[in-house]
């Protein structure tokens, strides 16, 4: 199951909220302009398969233009700021997103059969277990990849990583996709 863990930016040992309920994933990751889905997971196979197998998908999900490319191992332990919105079907193995939404940091540790949207002007990194594979699919950014405010700069090292996290859930392993 996806857990969803919740804190202050600035303070990294408060839990606001840990969840693996599907229903409150959604409603929270909705509140900061983030979505989350489910979606039927095959063998996985080359590249080539994988895009091809996941095309109808993402076209149903995203729409118009889009850059969609199939990532494995991607090193994420640094904060970053996408300049449109990007989705991410994880096909096998598992990885927490950091989502820096205003003033709290939202962990999904996301597994094989997830679909995770990163809103465009959203701060984000990832942590990664073994054989992570996701199909990326990246959306131009618009005035909302624009937004200014203050946001304090994070070092990711300060939250809860993915062998904690995934320690930490209900029956603490991850399944394999």
């Known amino acids: ?42 063998e996985v196979g ?7 197998r996941y095309r109808g998908l993402v076209e149903s999900r995203v729409g118009g233009s889009c850059s969609v490319g199939v990532v494995t191992g991607e090193p994420g332990l640094v904060e970053r700021l996408g300049d449109g919105a990007e989705d991410r079907f994880f096909v096998r193995g598992a990885a927490v997103w950091y989502l820096h939404a205003g003033r709290e ?52 090292g300060e939250f809860p990583g993915f062998e904690e996290l995934v320690a930490e859930r209900v029956g603490g392993s991850v399944l394999s996709g």
């Open 105 to 156: 940091v939202h962990a999904v540790l996301c597994e094989a059969g997830d679909v995770l949207t990163v809103p465009a002007g959203v701060r984000h990194w990832h942590d990664g277990g073994p054989g992570l594979v996701t199909v990326r699919v990246r959306r131009p950014g618009g005035a909302e990849a624009r937004r200014s405010g203050v946001v304090r700069a994070l070092a990711p």
């Open 46 to 52: 080359s590249e080539g398969d994988l895009s091809a």
């Open 1 to 42: 199951m996806t857990l969803l863990t919740v804190w202050p930016d600035d303070q990294p040992g408060h839990v606001l909220l840990r969840t693996e309920d599907t229903g409150a994933i959604v409603a929270e990751l909705g509140r900061v302009g983030a979505g989350f889905a489910r979606f039927p997971v095959g």
